[in-house]
T-cell receptor
Framework: SQKIEQNSEALNIQEGKTATLTCNYT??????LQWYRQDPGRGPVFLLL?????KEKRKERLKVTFDTTLKQSLFHITASQPADSATYLC???????????FGAGTRLFVKA | DAEITQSPRHKITETGRQVTLACHQT?????MFWYRQDLGHGLRLIHY???????NKGEVSDGYSVSRSNTEDLPLTLESAASSQTSVYFC??????????????FGPGTRLTVL
């Protein structure tokens, strides 16, 4: 069955450092991959999308890579700030149907 | 501004009762989804709809039903609530068409407790 794996352990980093989150998947050939941010008590919010034919996508301090051979995406936040503390969800979508599958997320804590 | 709202935000009910969670979006999106989120699990799809009068079962649909009578609303009904349905429920919508990616807009969630 299709499976998405994200680090279940929280990631703790110091302010100003680069945070790197990992998303691995199996039994799936996604047409695109998305990253969402979720704050406590709130719904997920879309951040970035990268397609299968793209290696890297950037938006301000965010960078996403997508390696379809390794079946892995890395999500980087450079110059991290305490306000970046949240849970980050990886999501995969196919090119045909409308269903998106989500990972369980990784909790990020940025300490001042 | 367009938005997606859910009500109630918190609900406590008893086993066996029927419960309906409301979802309303003003994005005018065709696609709407219901997910549940439990600790250690990703968002799991319960039901989804591609448009008015269209509904489809998701990964964890047993015990849940939806109906879509207009573009804006997709209420989720628990026919006979069970303790296993204690969870946080999220509604989402998207406007995917053609080859576009399915970027979803989420509501704030409903925390449901079944005693």
């Amino acid at each position: 069955s299709q499976k998405i794996e994200q680090n279940s352990e929280a990631l703790n980093i110091q302010e100003g450092k680069t945070a790197t989150l990992t998303c691995n998947y199996t039994n799936y050939s996604p047409a695109y991959l998305q990253w969402y941010r979720q704050d406590p008590g709130r719904g997920p919010v879309f951040l970035l999308l990268i397609r299968e034919n793209e290696k890297e996508k950037r938006k301000e301090r965010l960078k996403v890579t997508f390696d379809t051979t390794l079946k892995q995406s890395l999500f980087h936040i450079t110059a991290s700030q305490p306000a970046d503390s949240a849970t980050y969800l990886c999501a995969l979508g196919d090119g045909g149907g409308f269903k998106t599958i989500f990972g369980a997320g990784t909790r990020l804590f940025v300490k001042a | 501004d367009a938005e997606i709202t859910q009500s109630p935000r918190h609900k406590i009910t008893e086993t066996g009762r029927q419960v309906t969670l409301a979802c309303h979006q003003t994005w005018n999106h065709n696609n709407m989804f219901w997910y549940r989120q439990d600790l250690g699990h990703g968002l799991r799809l319960i039901h989804y709809s591609y448009g008015v009068q269209d509904t489809n079962k998701g990964e964890v649909s047993d015990g849940y039903s939806v109906s879509r009578s207009n573009t804006e609303d997709l209420p989720l009904t628990l026919e006979s609530a069970a303790s296993s349905q204690t969870s946080v429920y999220f509604c989402a919508s998207s406007d995917r068409s053609g080859g576009a990616a399915d970027t979803q807009y989420f509501g704030p969630g409903t925390r449901l407790t079944v005693l």
